[in-house]
């Protein structure tokens, strides 16, 4: 005579709350990561771009898009004000009389150290929580 036990709903509630503990730690870290980024655009824009304050203010974080390990974070004018977006747009790209002065390909550039580590370290904490 043995005992006998069943783990697969342990086993299935386990997977999930992994799951979704895994999913929490990602996006805490991909926000982490843009933080970064957002850092450095909104200093390139401050001091390569400013002009109202409006292009400024509008710089945020977007909202995570995606799935699993193909998630992504917009960084960059989050305006509803059409004018502000393309004001964005002008100024990064140009137009057939102005020069595009870059600064979202710079910025990215410029914190993509920064941003990994932030990552990284905020993947760490979150997995020694």
Avoid: C, W
């Amino acid at each position: 005579m043995g005992l006998e036990f069943d783990f697969s709903n342990l086993i299935s509630k386990l997977e999930n709350i992994e799951k979704k503990a895994s999913k929490e730690i990602s996006e805490k870290a991909l926000k982490a990561g843009g933080e970064e980024v957002l850092k450095e655009l909104k200093n390139e824009v401050r001091s390569k771009v400013y002009d109202t304050g409006e292009l400024y203010e509008s710089l945020d974080l977007g909202p995570i898009k995606g799935s699993g390990t193909n998630k992504k974070i917009l960084i960059g004018s989050q305006s509803s004000d059409r004018s502000v977006v393309e004001r964005n747009y002008y100024n990064e790209h140009g137009t057939s009389s102005i020069i595009g002065k870059k600064h979202n390909k710079r910025a990215f550039n410029n914190s993509k150290d920064k941003a990994k580590e932030a990552i990284i370290v905020s993947i760490r904490k979150d997995l020694k929580e």
